[in-house]
């Protein structure tokens, strides 16, 4: 399981496995999905895609991890790791 750094902000987002989001997101802290998000994503913080994620859009962040499935393009500030699981 990934290992969640907290950001200066001391906040971190969660979007379930059981949730679905259709729509933009843009936070400044940390997140991670493991449900559904049908749109685009910005995030200041780092974000984590979980075995069970799935994003429909593009995506910025400061660095990510991503273990489930993308598809939209993907611009990463400093790190991007991708697991086996990833698609």
């Not at 493991?34 to 895609?49: A, E, H, P, Q, Y």
């Not at 859009?57 to 991503?66: F, N, P, T």
């Amino acid at each position: 399981m990934a290992k969640l750094i907290e950001n200066n902000l001391g906040a971190v987002n969660l979007i379930s496995s059981t949730t679905s989001v259709t729509g933009d997101i843009n936070t400044e802290s940390d997140i991670r999905i493991d449900g559904t998000l049908l749109g685009n994503m910005v995030t200041k913080g780092r974000l984590i895609i979980g075995p069970s994620g799935k994003i429909d859009g593009d995506i910025q962040c400061k660095s990510a991890e991503v273990e489930g499935q993308v598809n939209g393009k993907v611009l990463v500030d400093e790190l991007l790791s991708l697991k086996a699981t990833a698609l």
